[in-house]
């Protein structure tokens, strides 16, 4: 089992930045990929990056491509997620997952976090 916390959601204005944490805790060793998540009333739940373990190779999603980053900290069983020039639209509730079962886009991992809210004001 794998368990994961996310932190650092909060309430910024458009053009600012904020950085997601994921802590990754259990059977930290059967992790192959990572990948964060957001939730809006709207869209539903929609892929946002990911990272694969094994060659460290990362994957955005096109409308946050260049805008975020996601590192890993293996020492710290950590995952990051660096928003900058945030929208409006980013607004969502952010989640991160291990473990896809399928593709690394795809919402089909084994394991997730509760979330936490990312507001971004006009």
């Known amino acids: 089992q794998v368990q994961l916390a996310e932190s650092g959601g909060g309430l910024v204005q458009a053009g600012g930045s904020l950085r997601l944490s994921c802590a990754a805790s259990?059977?930290?060793?059967?992790?192959?990929?990572m990948g964060w998540f957001r939730r809006t009333p709207g869209k539903g739940r929609e892929f946002v990056a990911a990272v694969t373990l094994r060659d460290s190779m990362t994957y955005y999603t096109n409308s946050v491509r260049g805008r975020f980053t996601l590192n890993i900290d293996n020492a710290k069983n950590a995952m990051y997620l660096q928003m900058n020039t945030l929208k409006p639209e980013d607004t969502a509730v952010y989640y991160c997952?291990?473990?896809?079962?399928?593709?690394?886009?795809?919402?089909?991992?084994?394991?997730w976090g509760r979330g936490t809210q990312v507001t971004v004001s006009s």
């Open positions: 259990g059977s930290i060793d059967s992790i192959t990929s």
């Open positions: 997952a291990a473990n896809p079962l399928t593709a690394v886009y795809s919402s089909d991992y084994d394991y």
